[in-house]
């Protein structure tokens, strides 16, 4: 077996998914398929399978903090991603220990609402993010109805996704607001259907990404996914924009890989299969 070099390691800090499709199950998968070592803590276990969240166990905070220090006087980590957070007091413990720096970036998912429609993030958890997380951040990786309630705003308020991003930026991260499928937006040279995300640094003009859209249900765990890859190629010491344009097409990818399943009876998984290396037995 050839040696390996030390991977970096990357934190993530989210909930679990009984239904192995996101949280920490899409974090740890995307992070080990992209040359990461990925630690956990576990913020809240969940009962959820593709079809809705039946129930939640938040984590106390004194165990979340416990994790916190485990893994951070023992490992070094060289990025920091997170997902579903729950309560403000845990919101307010990862801004507290885990802010942003270049050594060491803050990718923030702000779960707020499963892709099942389930609320993950109440009005509390909201104004934790606003005041405590975001402006210790380095990047935020909403969609736009987390944007729109990161915002204050209501969730049918027809701001374009380009302005909420440049707003949201105010609060101080950089931005990539994540586009889901829109059949008006089609890729400029006319190839193919795409999706737009907003990347908005604070007081820039925020700019597209396009990517490829997938035609797919099996999109469970896709933002999980999307932000884990995010952090993984920051760790791996790529600049924002070229992270962002990996993750997309990485997140693409495994979209793609699963657009034909046949998994649970709502919103499938995301795949989280990757190829083995050439030579090694299934």
């Given at each position: ?121 109440d009005a509390a958890v909201v104004a934790a ?98 932000a884990s890859a995010l952090a993984a190629h920051l ?48």
């Amino acid at each position: 077996m050839t040696p390996t070099l030390t991977p970096p390691v990357v934190l993530s800090v989210a909930g679990t998914d009984s239904g192995g499709a996101a949280g920490t199950a899409a974090d740890l998968t995307t992070l080990a398929a992209l040359g990461v070592h990925g630690a956990c803590v576990v913020t809240a276990v969940t009962a959820q399978d593709t079809t809705a969240v039946h129930a939640v166990h938040a984590v106390p905070p004194a165990a979340v903090a416990a994790q916190l220090d485990a893994v951070l006087g023992d490992l070094p980590v060289a990025a920091v991603k997170t997902g579903m957070l729950g309560a403000p007091a845990v919101v307010e413990l990862v801004g507290q220990l885990l802010p942003g720096t270049p050594a060491r970036p803050l990718v923030v998912d702000p779960v707020l609402v499963a892709t099942s429609g389930a609320v993950l993030g109440d009005a509390a958890v909201v104004a934790a993010y606003v005041d405590v997380l975001l402006p210790v951040a380095t990047v935020v990786t909403p969609n736009a109805d987390e944007a729109r309630a990161l915002l204050g705003r209501a969730p049918d308020d027809p701001t374009p996704a380009q302005e909420l991003a440049g707003e949201l930026a105010l609060l101080g991260p950089a931005v990539l607001l994540t586009g889901g499928p829109d059949p008006r937006d089609e890729d400029p040279a006319g190839a193919q259907p795409c999706c737009t995300d907003w990347l908005a640094l604070p007081g820039v003009q925020p700019r597209p990404l396009r990517h490829p859209r997938v035609a797919t249900r099996n999109d469970h765990g896709s933002g999980c996914t999307y932000a884990s890859a995010l952090a993984a190629h920051l760790a791996h010491g790529a600049s924002l924009a070229s992270a962002a344009d990996r993750a997309a097409a990485y997140t693409a990818r495994q979209l793609l890989r699963s657009a034909a399943w046949r998994l649970g009876r709502g919103r499938g998984p995301v795949a989280h299969l990757h190829p083995l290396p050439s030579g090694e037995p299934a």
